[in-house]
């Protein structure tokens, strides 16, 4: 779906595809239940789930593009929220902003198992020079669905700020996501 553009995820979205209504004219054999329609329709609500959610994704970064991020926290934890939603793996993003805090871009850096994911200071330090980075956020998930930071992620936020303050590039805050939660280590004081 991210490789569609936004009209033809409109498309998905508002499609009415004739082969996923159910068929009155359909007979099994043997008393057997037939599912097809059933699956077909389930099928057919996932990608319009999915064609919404990319939509509504993009959206938010282009707010957040257009202003500087931390101005509108509420908008990069609905972008949080929904962009790990669905994920039951760790994955660490990094989002890349210019001068005035405005989004420059995002990435997933790194992804890793359930219960952890190695991230690397150095990989995020090349990537945010390669943009032309004043300033990070980086965040990840919890796919056990508890948001509170381990002593691991105290640790790693302490390593990526220093990391990034030898290059000139500011670390502003870093986020966990676990299902609706989002912790920011900022406001906890913990950057």
């Known amino acids: 779906m991210s490789t569609l553009s936004r009209s033809e995820l409109v498309g998905e979205l508002l499609a009415h595809d004739r082969r996923y209504l159910p068929d009155e004219h359909l007979h099994v054999a043997d008393g057997e239940p037939f599912h ?67 989004l420059i871009g995002t990435e997933q850096l790194f992804r890793g198992t359930l219960t952890q994911t190695s991230v690397y200071p150095r990989e995020l330090v090349k ?10 956020v980086v965040a990840h998930n919890h796919p056990s ?29 870093h986020f966990v996501v676990a299902g609706d939660q989002v912790v920011s280590f900022a406001e906890r004081g913990l950057v």
């Open 145 to 173: 669905g508890n948001a509170e930071p381990s002593r691991a992620d105290e640790f790693l936020t302490q390593t990526l700020k220093s990391a990034l303050s030898l290059v000139d590039v500011r670390f502003l805050d």
């Open 127 to 136: 990537a945010a020079l390669a943009r032309n980075a004043a300033a990070v």
């Open 36 to 102: 097809g329609p059933v699956i077909a329709q389930q099928t057919l609500l996932d990608q319009k789930l999915s064609a919404a959610r990319e939509l509504i994704l993009r959206d938010l970064q282009t707010r957040m593009r257009g202003a500087p991020v931390m101005n509108s926290p509420q908008t990069l934890r609905e972008w949080l929220r929904l962009y790990c939603a669905s994920l039951e793996h760790e994955v660490f993003l990094a989002l890349y902003l210019d001068a005035h805090h405005a």
